[in-house]
């Protein structure tokens, strides 16, 4: 696609791979100047502790998502989130 030619990026359980990263910027390219960019992933996604640690463990042993670093690279890129919704314990949405 060019540069600025989409009005609206999905990304749908599309975020699996190691490099979100990547993604994140292809849709930042591809969007137009106010352009809405639509997020729902699997809260399991997101459980790596920094610099490769163990992730932290929540309830049962389970570990425990941490999406500040995810929300921090949205950021950077220039994306605001209007809308995140963490009602779900599997899924979460970023509007």
Same mark, same amino acid.
């Given at each position: 696609?060019?540069?600025a030619s989409a009005d609206v990026v999905v990304f749908s359980l599309a975020l699996m791979g190691?490099?979100?990263g990547s993604f994140l910027e292809e849709a930042a390219r591809v969007l137009r100047y106010k352009g809405?960019?639509?997020i729902a992933e699997?809260? =399991?996604r997101f459980t790596g502790g920094p610099?490769?640690?163990e992730p932290p463990q929540g309830k049962q042993g389970v570990p425990?998502?941490?999406l500040k670093p995810f929300l921090k690279c949205l950021g950077r890129l220039g994306f605001n989130v209007d809308t995140l919704d963490t009602? =779900?314990?599997t899924m979460f949405f970023v509007a």
């Open positions: 696609l060019e540069a190691t490099d979100y809405w960019l639509w699997v809260r =399991s610099g490769g640690e425990k998502e941490d009602t =779900s314990n």
